[in-house]
């Protein structure tokens, strides 16, 4: 089991960046898929994006694809969610998640999740 806590959440007008970070706890990050899913209000929780123990696989959602990136420092058991061009539909909360495998994450079926952050875009 690891604990994961993001930061990094704010108001932002459409058209800007945000930066998520998750910070994870324990000494195995390197072992887990990690990724990012976000909940707008009365909408079911969606897949964004995801990224393997190593950092070479990714996978996005068609919707955030060429505007968002996510990546991952292993020393600082942190995974980032770089989101540029935002837009008033990209608007709600974002949680981290973990796994075994970016399928699995992508597929929503990981096994920790965070408390999540919110993201506010402006139009």
């Known amino acids: 089991q690891v604990q994961l806590v993001e930061s990094g959440g704010g108001l932002v007008q459409a058209g800007g960046s945000l930066r998520l970070s998750c910070a994870a706890s324990?000494?195995?990050?390197?072992?887990?898929?990690m990724g990012w899913f976000r909940q707008a209000p009365g909408k079911e929780r969606d897949f964004v994006a995801a990224i393997s123990g190593g950092g070479g696989i990714t996978d996005y959602a068609r919707s955030v694809k060429g505007r968002f990136t996510i990546s991952r420092d292993n020393a600082k058991n942190t995974v980032y969610l770089q989101m540029n061009s935002l837009k008033p539909e990209d608007t709600a909360v974002y949680f981290c998640a973990a796994g075994r495998t970016v399928d699995s994450v992508s597929s929503g079926r990981s096994t920790d999740w965070g408390q999540g952050t919110q993201v506010t875009v402006s139009s």
């Open positions: 324990g000494r195995t990050f390197n072992t887990y898929a």
